[in-house]
């Protein structure tokens, strides 16, 4: 079969045996949105995956229930009374309980894929991004000062949640940005605001601004690999001696990041970056991959879904100049038709 | 001895036997009807599925690790190759080769860094304390988990075994097109019945997702 490639702008696309084939249509552009769903999707999956460990099964502190009874301590009374109930129920059955667990896990992930089930898999999302955020990482250590987004505060699987309500199926364009298509230019730039507000005032509030508490964060993690463990001594090492210097220059990033969406394309995607390369930064050096390498978490934390927000922000233009592009009268694979 | 809880390894087993039967019996309908797309596919998951429900149950495991590490680095070698001559063909483009190589890959990581297996998959254990990376292991886990969920999501079904590049994929993209009747029979279109049923390519699909997760469930016990 011969083949001729052609370029097309941005979008390369191959004319496939141009003797053979004639039509008149054209290769829609990517929808963006559908993408980001599915990589929200690919995160669940994984999650679903961790919670298949061994140690998910066992009971006593080694296993979930003990995993879950930990991050009651710190917390108010009745926080702490709710968080531990739910742990001693695991703690009577944890094969059925984390058997559970990790089936709505799978059922959103694969919810996500197929399109009829998109909306209920969203929203299920949602309220078990929720109800884990409170019985899983005790409000995110929020009420007792602990939340620094150093260390996955206000609570990595709340991005779950904020995700699938940007991501929620609506039909349009993915211009300006993606996270703008269902709720809207003004409403999603509210969003990222506070939403970087928010991180920024944790970075710098409570034990956030500690060197103390920010060395420990680190020096904590056990069991790493030897390049992240060497990482984390070098990390622990800053955060002692410039910790607060570290908490405040994290707190004036968010600031410039929240209001990066309001400032021109050019200067937003210059702000993006910066949050993009300041979450890769955290979740390999402060949150250590969620502490999966360890063999103990169940979930990468907040770095991946931060990077994922951040692109649910960027100013595609690319699929509407391949669009532009795409001579009408040959049939066309584009390249996103050519992945396997 | 299997991990707790053992129904889930068994499981995971035995679905790992149903995709390498369903991949012996897609390469038989595959010689029988000349189909000369996807048959290198159909051979790995044949080899990955014996291999991995040994690794899931130890009982199960047979035959010694050197053959295994042999067939799975002609199985890289092959996907590499096919890799290459896709990108000089069409050129720079995620071809579905990779992820068979990728595949193939870790299954040669997993027999040559057993150790780190033993927490989860028994039959591993080795007297060897070399252990693979853990990111790495990680990495492939969730490329293996991308590729579950984009293949699941994917408009073109059998992809994951044949790519888009197969004429009779090529030619079932045409929609409203003037199309000539290719050379061969088109994978799925020429059969029917129950034949129609073993080539179907969303089972092709399916198959592949199937092998995906476990594998990386592997990966993550390797971790």
């Known amino acids: ?340 | 001895m299997t991990a707790n809880p053992a129904w889930l390894y068994y499981l995971f087993a035995l679905t790992m036997l149903a995709v390498a039967a369903y991949g012996l019996v897609l390469l038989a309908v595959s010689v029988a009807l000349r189909r000369n797309a996807g048959w290198d596919v159909d051979i790995a998951h044949v080899f990955m599925g014996v291999s991995m429900a040994g690794m899931f149950v130890a009982r199960w495991a047979f035959g010694p690790r050197p053959i295994w590490e042999l067939i799975f680095t002609v199985l890289l070698v092959w996907f590499l190759v096919q890799s290459i001559q896709s990108e000089i063909a069409f050129g720079m483009h995620l071809t579905h080769y990779l992820i068979h190589a990728a595949m193939s890959f870790a299954m040669l990581l997993m027999y040559v860094y057993p150790a780190g297996a033993s927490s989860g998959a028994m039959s591993m254990t080795s007297p060897s304390h070399a252990r693979i990376d853990p990111g790495l292991s990680l990495l492939l886990a969730v490329v293996f988990l991308a590729s579950a969920i984009f293949t699941l999501a994917s408009p073109n079904k059998g992809a994951s075994h044949h790519g888009t590049h197969s004429r009779a994929y090529a030619l079932s993209r045409a929609v409203g097109g003037t199309v000539e009747a290719p050379d061969g029979p088109a994978p799925a279109a020429a059969a029917s019945g129950a034949v129609g049923l073993i080539t179907a390519p969303w089972l092709e699909d399916a198959s592949h997702v199937v092998m995906a997760i476990a594998m990386a469930f592997m990966l993550v016990l390797l971790i």
């Open chain 1, 1 to 340: 079969m011969s083949v001729t490639e052609v370029w097309n702008g941005d979008a390369r696309a191959a004319v496939i045996d141009s003797r053979r084939l004639t039509t008149g249509s054209a290769a829609p552009p990517r929808d963006l949105q559908r993408t980001f769903q599915l990589l929200l999707a690919t995160v669940w999956l994984l999650d679903a995956v961790l919670q298949l460990q061994p140690f998910m099964f066992i009971r006593g502190t080694n296993g979930f229930s003990g995993m879950l009874d930990a991050v009651a301590a710190g917390n108010p009374g009745w926080v702490a009374h709710s968080i531990t109930w739910n742990a001693s129920n695991v703690y009577h059955d944890p094969v059925l309980s984390d058997s559970l667990f990790a089936l709505v896990q799978f059922l959103i992930a694969l919810g996500i894929v197929w399109k009829r089930s998109l909306k209920p898999a969203l929203a299920l999302s949602i309220v078990w991004s929720v109800a884990v955020w409170w019985f899983g990482e005790g409000l995110g250590n929020i009420l007792h000062g602990g939340a620094t987004p150093f260390g996955g505060g206000p609570g990595g699987v709340l991005f779950y949640a904020l995700l699938a309500v940007l991501l929620w199926p609506s039909v349009g364009s993915d211009a300006p940005f993606v996270a703008a298509r269902t709720v809207g230019v003004t409403a999603a730039k509210a969003i990222w605001a506070v939403v970087w507000g928010l991180l920024g005032l944790l970075a710098v509030v409570g034990s956030g601004r500690s060197p103390k508490a920010l060395h420990d964060l680190v020096a904590s993690f056990t069991g790493q690999p030897g390049w992240l463990a060497r990482i984390d001594r070098a990390t622990a090492s800053m955060f002692l001696h410039h910790g607060t210097t570290a908490a405040i220059l994290l707190a004036v990033v968010c600031a410039v990041v929240a209001v990066g969406v309001y400032l021109p394309p050019q200067i937003t995607k210059v702000a993006l970056v910066l949050a993009i390369v300041t979450f890769i930064f955290i979740w390999v050096a402060t949150e250590n991959l969620g502490g999966i390498l360890a063999g103990g978490a169940t979930d990468p934390n907040s770095g991946p879904l931060v990077i994922i927000l951040a692109l649910l922000y960027w100013p595609f233009t690319f699929a509407r100049r391949a669009a532009r592009a795409v001579p009408a009268q040959s049939t066309t694979l584009s390249k996103e038709s050519l992945l396997p």
